[in-house]
């Protein structure tokens, strides 16, 4: 029965720790940060969109992906891009 009550908890008031951080080999560069992320994100809109309100719309609704894949010479890339051609071709760029 006390499995049962338990398993019944609502999850709000169940206390779980959080997993652990992601390990990366020693000497390798971090993933991107959520903030490097979101500031690249800001980048490409503003070197995309052609208009002010254009920008504001995409910023309100735009989807907000996980960097966390993308290496460090492709962030660093990105965010020097001033053009949509420039930032598609970052995809390739090597640690």
Partial sequence: MALVVACRTPAATRSVPPPPPEAHPAGAP???SDAECAALVDHAIDVLATTD?????LRKNAPRPSCRELSRAAYAC???ATSAGAIAACDSAKP
């Fill in 53 to 57: 309100d254009l920008r504001a719309e």
């Fill in 30 to 32: 971090a993933p991107i």
């Fill in 78 to 80: 990105a965010m020097a």
